[in-house]
């Protein structure tokens, strides 16, 4: 059974969603896949494990990296679950290319090259944002690109992280926002 929970963030509010693994959910209002995922049978009732994302999320809010962990539980393919685990590796404040991303990737398989298109459409599938940190994904040339939440929650993300924005831009209209 899903579970699910309303978290009012300073961007925005947020829909979590959990079951007895994990974390499977987390979307802005207004995410580009907001409740992909979801069932009809989703309940509104905060759980311990949802508990746990709102005091990890009011942590990470004040500008402070948490201390703990929160289980994810996300459904996805094989490639896009092993994407998924080298976000996990991103530090806080820091950011990766799409093209790094693949190459990380790349050292664990016998497969041919990953392109760095195949990875963001992996990074962009991720159900579970700011815990699984797609939002420290960014194109070769510091393009601030595909973040699902919109492009100001993710530059706004990586603001409060700490990262060093002086290389970073936000594209242009019309380029992949």
Not at 8 to 15: A, E, F, N
Not at 38 to 45: E, Y
Not at 100 to 109: C, D, L, P, Q, V
Not at 154 to 166: N, S, T, V, Y
Request: positive net charge; proline residues 6%.
């Amino acid at each position: 059974m899903l579970h699910t929970a309303h978290y009012p963030s300073p961007l925005g509010d947020i829909l979590l969603a959990a079951d007895s693994e994990g974390l499977t959910g987390l979307w802005f209002e207004g995410h580009r896949h907001f409740g992909r995922g979801l069932s009809a049978d989703a309940r509104d009732q905060e759980i311990p494990l949802l508990r746990d994302a709102k005091r990890w999320l009011d942590i990470y809010f004040s500008g402070r990296e948490p201390d703990f962990a929160v289980p994810v539980h996300s459904a996805g393919t094989p490639f896009q679950l092993a994407v998924w685990r080298i976000l996990l590796a991103i530090p806080y404040g820091r950011t990766m290319t799409y093209g790094e991303i693949a190459r990380e990737f790349e050292k664990g398989e016998d497969g041919p090259r990953m392109a760095a298109q195949a990875v963001g459409g992996a990074v962009g599938r991720n159900p579970v944002s700011i815990f699984v940190p797609c939002h420290r994904v960014v194109g070769a040339n510091g393009s601030l690109t595909g973040y699902g939440g919109g492009i100001g929650r993710k530059a706004r993300l990586l603001e409060l992280e700490g990262a060093d924005m002086r290389r970073l831009f936000v594209p242009k209209k019309g380029t992949a926002l």
